[in-house]
């Protein structure tokens, strides 16, 4: 475990998977965390109607259940709570998102926000997402300084919706996490052993094998290597395929290696 920032010796951090058992004080922590970070920002009158027991019946129905879903403990009290996941507006599949962060307003700086949001980030790396997005509401001067602070700034993006009667924007903030890819002997191998035993990696393989390949197929889909590979039209074929349903960054790879062919 590690010690909050701060916080003395006798306050342990904890992070851990959110489960079902902690939406009642998910509830909690995001009707404070509303109420006070976005005082000024939403109408007052809807903040005022903010109750735990809405947010710990909304957190049932966010995917927040889901993997991905984190939450930060001092002792036994919840004091943060992360979601990431794969991007849910279908124009930027292919990239990570962090769904939501909030952290009770008394430990705000403490470093317990900073530790939960570390751990989803980490999550969306460990499955294969280089470029990670997120949402502030504009005017949140607060979550700009610490967005900025973990690596992401603003790339001009928007988003609009109504909370509280009134609309408001969201800017979207994005990070890549630069990623060193290489193949050898076994992707050589499998590449030129013809299209199933490509089509069975990019069905069964993980993360680092896929990309591997994928790396690998550049060599032989790249005009300037001269090289042919075995059962090249079946190959594209299941580049083509593999291209609808990829939601990491190996995504673009293979977009990248379509691009030979058209």
Request: overall charge negative; glycine content about 10%.
């Amino acid at each position: 475990m590690l010690n909050a920032c701060g916080w003395g010796e006798e306050n342990e951090m904890e992070i851990r998977a959110m489960t079902k058992a902690d939406c009642n004080a998910i509830g909690e922590l995001y009707a404070a965390a509303w109420k006070a970070g976005y005082k000024g920002l939403l109408p007052q009158d809807f903040l005022d109607g903010i109750t735990s027991e809405k947010y710990a019946e909304r957190s049932r129905g966010l995917g927040f259940l889901n993997e991905g879903s984190f939450v930060v403990l001092d002792g036994e009290r919840i004091v943060g709570h992360c979601h990431a996941r794969a991007a849910n507006e279908p124009e930027w599949r292919g990239w990570g998102e962090i769904h939501t962060l909030y952290v009770h307003p008394e430990y705000w700086r403490t470093g317990y926000g900073a530790a939960v949001f570390k751990r989803a980030e980490e999550w969306l790396y460990e499955r294969g997402f280089d470029d990670v997005y997120l949402y502030v509401l504009e005017g949140n001067e607060r979550a700009e300084r610490f967005y900025k602070a973990q690596g992401f700034f603003p790339n001009g993006g928007t988003l609009c919706c109504e909370i509280g009667g009134v609309t408001v924007t969201d800017n979207r903030y994005t990070k890549y996490y630069p990623r060193h890819t290489e193949y050898g002997e076994t992707e050589i191998h499998i590449a030129e052993s013809g299209a199933a035993a490509i089509a069975e990696v990019l069905k069964n393989g993980g993360f680092k094998a896929r990309s591997s390949l994928l790396f690998c197929l550049d060599r032989y889909f790249d005009p300037y290597y001269g090289k042919t590979i075995p059962e090249r039209e079946r190959v594209v074929e299941i580049l083509r395929e593999y291209e609808k349903i990829a939601v990491d960054s190996t995504l673009f790879a293979v977009r990248e290696l379509l691009e030979y062919v058209y």
